[in-house]
Every structure is written in structure tokens, then in C-alpha cells.
């Protein structure tokens, strides 16, 4: 499972220990030797590093599949999404893989990863991208994947992310992704000019949404969008349930502001983000070298912020309609703007 490379990258980043690369660089490398030999099987050329063997998941439980009687349901999400799903994360996880190899030092292999990642990229173009300049799997998380990943060329890509942004517009600004590109979504709407859509999507009360389970008593995350359907049928899903909650990653990193520069929050970012429904935050996070506190009111033309350092860190700090890095060392700071 490509979790054995997502994992071990993350928690190096939250917590800047090596170990837990070393301890598990060995299982990354042969989880990702087998997923290179199960693309190729016996195939020729660019064919190679599309993965198209096995059973995959694909964009698992989006809801256009799964909402009313005569959805499809789950296992056709999969069939519709999952050889173009495998193959960007396939890219995915080499591109971490060479991240890895090369804070190892292993630079031979952090090289041959970069060189596979092209290959599967220039294959997933050739596949999954139509003359037209679409893709073959029309479903918005395709296009989030294809964005985030970086998998189309560069000068296709604003014409992606308006398409995603007129397929969301399309479905009464109402997202309609799975497992594997929720946690991507908000980011490449925020990333490619479309943060106001990004902002209604977020605070969208309709189903689906995260709002919806809320205002439907919800006190965790379900499995299913719909998990209880609008007309009040209860789904046969569980209640609990991790992969929509990836969206408070994205409150503390895009919304809160605050993000690591470099592994362990050595170095950090802040750079709060007011909405229009979401004019102030209060963030502390216990990090390996001490807790950090930031707290802002107002709007994108006018508020404040007091930031708590720990000793030894650094934080660079960008407020709403600056250019301007302010760059902190440990302390209290107050910032207007």
C-alpha cells in the first residue's frame, strides 16, 4: 500500500525525525519495486507505467455514485476512476520516494525515481489526456489528482483547474470527489485562482458536504458523503471514518495559516487567510520544539495577529495583502494589517 511512503514522509515533516525514513526506507523501496513490476507486467513502451493491473480503488465513494436508490454505488466509483487514479499516485509515490532517498543521501536512487515519476507522467498525458485537452475519466477528482500531482503539462493546467471549477459551478457548487483526492481539492482550487469557489464548497450545507453531517448531528466523520441521505435513509456505512476529515489539514495549513518550511517546524509559515464566514482563528500546536500560538481577527483588507515563537525556531510570516516575509525568531509578536 503507497501508505508506506506517504506516512514515513509525513511525520518526517511534522516531526523532523530521521528515523522513521530509515526504519522504513526498505519497505518503501520494495513496496514501490512492486508497484513499478505490476504496471509493467508484460507490457511494451509508455504502457508500462500506466497501472492497469490489479484491483484498485480508484477515487473510492464519490457521491454522484452513491446518492439515491439506483446509484451505482462504491465499487463503481472504482471501476470508473481506478486505472487513472493508480497511475497518478503511482507518480505521487515516486516523487516522495526520491524525496526520501535523497534526505538518505541515496542519490543514485533518488535519481531513478525522479526518471520513472517523468516516465509515468509523459505515459498518464499520452492515456488519460484527449485531443481536446480533457480528460478520459470526466469526474472532478481526476482533474484535482491530474492538478495536484502535476501530471499534465504545464501550459494545460489553468484550463484544468477551470474545468474542475466549471464542473463544481455545474453541480450547484457541490464537490463530487472520493478518498483519494479529497485531501487535494481545496488546495488546487485555492492554488489555481478559484478560492472563492474553494470557500463555498467549504461552507456548502447541502449534501455533500461537510456542513451537511454536521447539521445533521454528525460528530465524526463518515465514511459516505451520504451516509445519511436527504431524505433521511441511513446508509449500511460506517460513522466514523478518517478520509473526508483530511479537510482540517487543510483549516490549520490554508485557513489558520500556520505550515512547516522545513522538516520538524524548524522553520514555519503563517500566513492567515479570513473568509467571508470565517473572520477569526485561534491555533496552538504542541510542536517537537515548542508550542506554537497564533490567533488573527478580520478580514483580507484589515485585522491583526499575535504569534508565539518558540526559542530556537523561526517563522516567517505573510499577512493578507503583503508581499512582504516578516521572518521571527522565538518571542511575542503582534502584526497589523
Sequence with gaps: DLAIVIVPWVLFQRYGDIRVLEENYDAMRRWHEYSVASAAGDKSGDDRYVWDTKFHYGDWMFPSYMMGCDAPGPVATSLA???????AYLAHQSDLLALVARVLDDEGYASECEEYAACVRRA????????????????????????????????????????????????????DVGFLSIGYLLDVLLDWGHGDLAERVFFQTQCPSWLYEVDRGATSIWESWAGIQPDGTVGNYSFNHCAFGCVGDWIVRRVAGLSTRTPGFAEFEVAPRPLSQLDGMDLTYES???????????????????????????????????DEEIVCGGGSYGFDW
Design 81 to 87: 476512476t481506478k486505472d487513472l487514479v493508480a497511475t
Design 124 to 175: 498518464f498525458s499520452a492515456r488519460f489526456v484527449t485531443d481536446d485537452g480533457t480528460l478520459t475519466s470526466e469526474f472532478q477528482g481526476c482533474y484535482v489528482l491530474s492538478l495536484a500531482f502535476g501530471l499534465v503539462p504545464w501550459e494545460m493546467r489553468q484550463g484544468f483547474a477551470d474545468h474542475l471549477a466549471h464542473m463544481i459551478e455545474g453541480n450547484g457548487d457541490l464537490l
Design 288 to 322: 517537537v520544539g515548542g508550542t506554537i500560538r497564533l490567533v488573527w481577527q478580520g478580514t483580507p483588507d484589515a485585522g491583526n495577529m499575535s504569534l508565539t515563537v518558540p526559542e530556537g525556531l523561526k517563522a516567517h510570516v505573510l499577512l493578507p495583502g503583503s
